[in-house]
């Protein structure tokens, strides 16, 4: 079945749901997990272009993603972190490309049409361009 699981993390208290049942498929598959969050700030849309340090909110991902795959490694899962930079759809395609994932899994926060419109849809974009399956779980209120 799956292997090789990427999830994708925005660092919110909605994806719990996600991680909750992300890690009981692993069990059950005894899949690999990769958490990767995508931090898209301005220092980290300029990191390689110019002489920046990590920002605060890198900093603050990173550990997230730490603390995050050390509650799974605790469960008895393979867990690795991923702190990627830029543009989320494109760095979710290209890390689940370049580690030869099976699986995206996202979590959806109910956004509605105008949000979406403004803000633009991170899942809307992968779905559209992605060539292996995405399992989408939505997200737990806060």
């Known amino acids: 079945m799956y292997r090789n699981i990427l999830l994708a993390l925005d660092h919110t208290p909605h994806e719990q749901a996600l991680i909750e049942h992300v890690?009981?498929?692993?069990?059950?598959?005894?899949?690999?997990?990769?958490l990767l969050h995508v931090a898209d700030g301005w220092v980290a849309r300029n990191y390689d272009a110019l002489p920046l340090a990590e920002s605060e909110e890198m900093k603050e991902d990173r550990a997230y993603l730490e603390r995050t795959a050390a509650r799974l490694r605790d469960q008895g899962l393979e867990a690795t972190i991923r702190l990627a930079r830029g543009n989320p759809p494109h760095e979710i395609l290209a890390v689940a490309e370049e580690e030869g994932c099976d699986l995206i899994a996202m979590t959806?926060?109910?956004?509605?049409?105008?949000?979406?419109?403004?803000?633009?849809?991170?899942?809307?974009?992968?779905?559209?361009?992605?060539?292996?399956?995405?399992?989408?779980?939505?997200?737990?209120?806060?």
């Open 23 to 34: 890690a009981r498929l692993a069990a059950h598959t005894r899949a690999r997990l990769l």
């Open 108 to 142: 959806t926060h109910g956004h509605r049409f105008l949000s979406d419109l403004f803000l633009g849809s991170t899942i809307e974009t992968v779905r559209h361009k992605c060539r292996i399956p995405i399992l989408i779980v939505r997200g737990a209120a806060p």
